[in-house]
Structures are given as structure tokens and as C-alpha cells.
């Protein structure tokens, strides 16, 4: 069981520098296996103080698990609370997977002063035209009908070296999150790629700030290993 450990890294990068700076690991959850076993073994009646008191021993350590147990995304929210209560990087923004993207963490981060960057799922829906639509959709549509709207862009990510990137970008609403500014990035000058889509707060980036923002991101891979995490 220890391959399916949940672990969320953080780390704080630039160029010169890749530190690991808060670490949790959780282990893997039973309750599903314990909640089976606990309605096979139920009892209508428990005429003996004894058997009761038993039954009571056995569903306490299941009731404890379920409480203590955290969803990846209340980690998140956890570690970004202690970095910023520390202080230690009061200039540095965030960039995160799109799996731990909640109303709860873009709201901390905002409140700090501070900006963050997330890749978005493509089936999330934005407002378009005066529609909901999937973001994939849309991307589609313009390569297929407007592809001179993706323009070429050059970024030094976090190596250093720069990079070609085919962009649009565009402040766009997006649903329960509001107005937020929205990056499709093909790395495929033909946009013949599957696009990533990038999502931050500050609308008043650029395109390549974003990009070389989410670059940095990568640097928590050399932390994780052959486990899963955020």
C-alpha cells in the first residue's frame, strides 16, 4: 500500500535554486474496507451490555479515521496557510496542479497579495460568447476556425533557454471562480498538439509571464518520486 500514499510537496524555485520547503504524507484511506465490514457484522439488537460496549470499541477507530482523514486538496490549502503565516517568501507567487485547484486555495492566495497559476481540466466550462461552453471546445473551434488568433511567443521557462510556445490568452468568467485571465498554450507551432490550459488571477499578466510562472512548477517532481501527490 505504501505506492498509493498521498504526498503533496511544496517547493519553492527559481532559476539558481530548487528547495523542498513542506512535506505530508498521508496514508492510503481503509474506510471503505472498514464501513463493508462494519454493516456485514451489524447486529439488529444487542441485548448484552458487553456485546454493545464492543460493537462501540470496534466502530470508534473507524469513526477516528474518517475525521482525521484529509482530502489532498484541504493539504494544500494547509501548507500554503503555514508558508504564508511564516513569511519567508512574501514576493513569490504559486503555481499548482489542476487536481488541487479550489475556490479555498484561490481565495487564500488572493487574499495574501500573492497570484497563482493552475493548468485547468479541459472539460471545465468558461463563458464564451454569452455561452457555457467546455474549454476544449473552444480551444477547437479557434484553431479550426480562427488560428491566426494563436500567436508565437518565445519563454524562458525555468531552465533558461527559450521556448516557442503557440498562445492565446484572454480574461474570460470562469464558472465559480469569476473573471479570471485564461492561457491555451500549444507547444507545436502547427497547433497540432493537445493544448494545456492555464488559468491565473492576475489578469494583468502577459501570455509568456504566465507560461514561465507555470514552468516552475516541474521543479516539485524531483521530490516525489514514484508516488502520487499535488
Known sequence: MGRFQTVVTAVIANRQLIEGIDLQIQEPSVCEEEATYLKATVQESYTQMEQARERGLELLPHLQQRLAYKKRTEMVVEIVASIEEEGQFPQAHYAFDKGVLTLALTRLIESKGNHGVSELESSRHIQWSGQWRRIAEVAAELRREQPESFRMVRVRCRTG??????????????????????????????????????????????????????????????????????
Not at 163 to 174: A, D, E, I, Q, S
Request: hydrophobic content about 35%; proline content about 4%; cysteine-free.
Open 161 to 230: 533557454e527559450p521556448k516557442p510556445f503557440g498562445v492565446f490568452t484572454n480574461t474570460v468568467r470562469l464558472n465559480r471562480y469569476g473573471r479570471k485571465r485564461m492561457v491555451m498554450v500549444h507547444e507545436r507551432a502547427a497547433l497540432t498538439d493537445s493544448p494545456r490550459f492555464l488559468v491565473t488571477d492576475a489578469r494583468h499578466w502577459e501570455s509568456g509571464r504566465i507560461i514561465e510562472t507555470w514552468s516552475f512548477r516541474w521543479a516539485a517532481e524531483v521530490f516525489h518520486g514514484n508516488r502520487s501527490g499535488g
